[in-house]
T-cell receptor, first 117, second 110 residues
Framework: EAGVTQFPSHSVIEKGQTVTLRCDPI?????LYWYRRVMGKEIKFLLH????????ESGMPNNRFLAERTGGTYSTLKVQPAELEDSGVYFC???????????????FGPGTRLTVL | QKEVEQNSGPLSVPEGAIASLNCTYS??????FFWYRQYSGKSPELIMS????GDKEDGRFTAQLNKASQYVSLLIRDSQPSDSATYLC??????????FGAGTTVTVRA
């Protein structure tokens, strides 16, 4: 079974440009999460989809970040315009069953390392 | 106060020794506790989950949870060089989103 995949693995852009990150969850997983780790800090939650619906986007830093999950399959996270402080590693995770609550295991992708110059 | 705090490390242990990793959390209503292992440049990989007070063993790994003290630990017995990685403590306070500690880097010396 394929794991969570993310594309690209690295992205280097200039301040003010737009970048779109993609996440493909494990097939059949309804839950999809985005997390971010900035240099020297903990991994922080950004948002949570259940199928195509945003369940919780309380961690999104500001309105320069837009996440979508059309059709409840893959998700994209767009940063527009990018700022220096957006640099970090963006992780996607997926889990199977939204009804299993606290015991639902989240499987992580390898992350996208974003560098904003 | 951080939601999840780990002993800062790095932690260096000789091969065959026990590595002990500690984690405390601030939200008393937290329900679920996880240890992830992350090799450099790779995805965090779940190695242990624990939901009830006490010990949970899986191979060379033992997780210990004490909700009264808001404390969770991970013991790695018979440490191997392949155990060298960053270990992330993660907690689900009250919903689905994980709160992570900063991680502890473990190096096992051959």
């Amino acid at each position: 079974e394929a794991g969570v995949t993310q594309f690209p693995s690295h992205s280097v852009i200039e301040k003010g440009q737009t970048v779109t990150l993609r996440c493909d969850p494990i097939s059949g997983h309804d839950n999809l999460y985005w997390y971010r780790r900035v240099m020297g800090k903990e991994i922080k939650f950004l948002l949570h989809f259940v199928k195509e619906s945003k369940q919780d986007e309380s961690g999104m830093p500001n309105n320069r970040f837009l996440a979508e999950r059309t059709g409840g399959t893959y998700s994209t996270l767009k940063v527009q315009p990018a700022e220096l402080e957006d640099s970090g590693v963006y992780f996607c995770a997926s889990s199977q069953d939204p009804t299993s609550g606290y015991t639902d295991t989240q499987y992580f992708g390898p992350g996208t390392r974003l560098t904003v110059l | 106060q951080k939601e999840v705090e780990q002993n800062s490390g790095p932690l260096s242990v000789p091969e065959g020794a026990i590595a002990s990793l500690n984690c405390t959390y601030s939200d008393r209503v937290s329900q679920s506790f996880f240890w992830y292992r992350q090799y450099s440049g790779k995805s965090p990989e779940l190695i242990m989950s624990i939901y009830s007070n006490g010990d949970k063993e899986d191979g060379r790994f033992t997780a210990q949870l004490n909700k009264a003290s808001q404390y969770v630990s991970l013991l790695i017995r018979d440490s191997q060089p392949s155990d060298s990685a960053t270990y992330l403590c993660a907690v689900i306070p009250s919903d689905y989103k994980l709160s992570f500690g900063a991680g502890t880097t473990v190096t096992v010396r051959a």
